[in-house]
């Protein structure tokens, strides 16, 4: 597995302008991942990377709520900031890829934790967009390797129950990367 770090730092660098076009109006609006309006969306978008960021500095993720709950609305985009410059802070360290850590999914080496981080993020950033309007069609390569990724860790046959992904969702094969991997993930795209 490859060095999943300058990906993440793409996703990271992508979903920030995302959060960074939210307008106060949104925060209500229901989001492609049901169980998330914007507002709680963003709040486990910046749980997620903390969460990242802790497993990065070996600390237990585990511990963690997941949540970040005193952010106010016009604080969102400092509190993404700051937890993403802490999580590529923390896997900063080449000796992290290969410790073994472990995630919500397992004890896996930190390659593989990572690579789910930026997965994380990148679809998280896809539901945002869609939700407030934004294009969903970014980053191009960056979303080929997340949608490679997720269909080698994140097979059809792995869905439901603690697993939280819906039944893959079709889409048309013309369909970009994004819209792709959305559908890989339960999401429709329209």
């Given at each position: 597995m490859t060095d999943p770090r300058e990906y993440y730092g793409r996703a990271l660098a992508q979903t920030e302008q995302i959060v960074a076009a939210v307008r106060p109006g949104q925060f209500g609006v229901?989001?492609?991942?049901?169980?998330?309006?914007v507002r709680g969306l963003l709040n486990h978008i910046v749980g997620a990377i903390t969460r990242a960021a802790i497993t990065g500095e070996g600390g237990d993720a585990l511990a963690f709520s997941g949540r970040v709950d005193d952010a106010p609305d016009d604080d969102w985009l400092d509190a993404y900031h700051t937890a993403a410059k802490r999580a590529t802070a923390a896997w900063s360290d080449d000796a992290r890829l290969d410790a073994m850590v472990t995630v919500p999914w397992g004890t896996v080496p930190g390659r593989a934790a990572l690579s789910g981080a930026v997965q994380e993020v990148l679809v998280h950033g896809w539901d945002l967009a869609t939700a407030t309007g934004?294009?969903?069609?970014?980053d191009t390569e960056l979303a080929t390797w997340v949608l490679e990724f997720a269909r080698r860790f994140l097979p059809p046959e792995r869905?439901?129950?603690?697993?939280?992904?819906?039944?893959?969702?079709a889409v048309p094969p013309e369909a970009g990367p994004y819209a792709q991997l959305a559908g890989w993930l339960g999401r429709g795209t329209g």
């Open positions: 229901l989001t492609p991942c049901t169980e998330f309006d934004q294009e969903t069609e970014g869905r439901g129950g603690p697993v939280p992904f819906g039944p893959v969702v």
